[in-house]
């Protein structure tokens, strides 16, 4: 979707060559495009735009660049569902089975809450291997990858089209290249993943565990989702967009820094804060660090205070300051 967009101009389109573009952008983004044109459905209106009769209104006018265009219709979708009572059972869900929703403060769980509802509203969820997916579920994974975005202005990680939810780990059958050019079949249990562009997958019982029991610097939603941050510079490697150079800077240095000391403790086997799996590369460490920020923040704090510090800038955030939930 982003690399549809970066190539057009904030110029207005006036060739009839423009469209194809349009076709193909529309559909990254969702929408269906047929011959007749370009089908959007706002607010349950079925609206057919055809080309050579409105393909001018559709590129001219206000909505000169085609990405403020759509997020005109999705903003207005959005509004009109934030408008809405936040449904009562989800409430209940948030209340009684996110342990983070409680030490929020109170400005954060109104934030907290308008984010849960566009990512159950605006996300495909699929349950998997027969597990039926419920709202406490949606609610329940939404609300925790939600707590990671809400130091940031409108992030409904728009990359994200598909969450799958599996009932507990699930097997993968990889093959693995043999010397020779024979391949061979590998089965491993899996938690979670988090793909490029694709789905995040995810183990209910987990999940259902960390929400209920949060605090011991653990957290898969946080882990998979920090990979789709992760992921947005189109580089799956512990760096994640970072909006100036000085935080940039720091992210080099500290990260780096901090890489290496999990290296070395894991190596000789020492107990460490941080899930020792972080030491494996660096957007695991990214990923560790992340669950360890939002799930054991005072303890971060006080045993990697620059690390903590950065996350604080990087995420806009500061967890250590919650009302204390740390085991
Ligand atoms: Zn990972």
Redesign the pocket.
């Known amino acids: 979707m982003l690399q549809a967009t970066e190539n057009e101009t904030n110029e207005p389109h006036t060739s009839q060559a423009a469209y194809p573009n349009a076709h193909r952008l529309l559909r990254a983004l969702g929408y269906q495009t047929s011959q007749r044109g370009v089908q959007l459905d706002v607010d349950g209106v079925q609206y057919i735009l055809t080309p050579g009769i409105h393909q001018k209104d559709f590129w001219h006018g206000t909505h000169r660049n085609p990405r403020m265009f759509f997020s005109w219709f999705k903003n207005r979708r959005r509004r009109k569902l934030l408008a809405e009572p936040f449904p009562e059972t989800w409430q209940s869900t948030l209340e009684h089975q996110v342990g983070h929703y409680a030490v929020l403060p109170e400005s954060d769980q109104a934030r907290l809450r308008d984010i849960v509802r566009i990512l159950v509203a605006e996300k495909e969820w699929e349950g998997c291997r027969g597990l039926e997916l419920t709202d406490e579920i949606r609610v329940t994974i939404a609300a925790m990858a939600a707590v990671l975005v809400i130091g940031f202005d409108d992030f409904y990680f728009e990359q994200v089209q598909t969450i799958l939810v599996y009932p507990n780990e699930y097997v993968v059958k990889e093959e693995r290249a043999l010397a020779g050019g024979a391949t061979l079949e590998e089965e491993s249990d899996r938690l979670g993943e988090?793909h490029y562009r694709g789905p995040v997958i995810l183990s209910w019982a987990e999940i259902r565990h960390n929400a209920l029991e949060p605090g011991h610097g653990q957290n898969l939603v946080f882990?998979?989702f920090a990979?789709q941050l992760d992921m947005l510079n189109g580089a799956i490697d512990g760096t994640p967009v970072l909006p100036d150079v000085d935080l940039a800077q720091r992210w080099a240095r500290i990260m780096d820094r901090e890489y290496r000391r999990l290296r070395q403790a894991e190596r000789h086997g020492r107990e460490t804060l941080l899930d020792p799996y972080g030491a494996s590369e660096p957007?695991?460490f990214f990923?560790v660090a992340t669950e360890c920020f939002f799930d054991a923040p005072r303890a971060m704090h006080a045993e990697y205070p620059e690390l903590y510090d950065l996350f604080r800038d990087y995420y806009k955030q500061d967890p250590a300051g919650w009302l204390a939930f740390e085991r």
């Open positions: 988090a882990h998979e990979h957007a695991e990923a």
